[in-house]
């Protein structure tokens, strides 16, 4: 098991940047892949990006291609989440979230979850 929790949310104006962290404790950090789920006001939660657990593969929602980069440091068991050219439909809870696999798919096995942190572009 992985206890998960975020930071770096917060309030910007659209155009502009932030980069989330996840800090990971347990020992399973290294061995499973890792990604990024949001979920806006009045929506469901939605997945952004995924790792796998040696950061050779990568996967992206279609909206945040070319703007947001997923990255992991083993060493120091923290997943990131570059975000970019920020929008303000990127306005939600983001959440950090571990697999039960070490290769980023399928999604459904994204089991467990950090608490979320919040995310808030201005327009």
């Known amino acids: 098991q992985v206890r998960l929790v975020e930071s770096g949310g917060g309030l910007v104006q659209a155009g502009g940047s932030l980069r989330l962290s996840c800090a990971a404790s347990?020992?399973?950090?290294?061995?499973?892949?890792m990604g990024w789920f949001r979920q806006a006001p009045g929506k469901e939660r939605e997945f952004v990006a995924s790792?796998?657990?040696?950061?050779?593969?990568?996967g992206y929602l279609d909206s945040v291609k070319g703007r947001f980069t997923i990255s992991r440091d083993n060493a120091k068991n923290t997943l990131y989440l570059q975000m970019n050219s920020l929008k303000p439909e990127d306005t939600a809870v983001y959440y950090c979230?571990?697999?039960?696999?070490?290769?980023?798919?399928?999604?459904?096995?994204?089991?467990?979850w950090g608490q979320g942190t919040q995310v808030t572009v201005s327009s």
């Open positions: 790792i796998s657990w040696n950061g050779g593969s990568t």
């Open positions: 979230a571990a697999s039960r696999r070490m290769q980023n798919y399928p999604v459904s096995d994204f089991t467990s």
């Open positions: 347990g020992r399973t950090f290294s061995s499973v892949a």
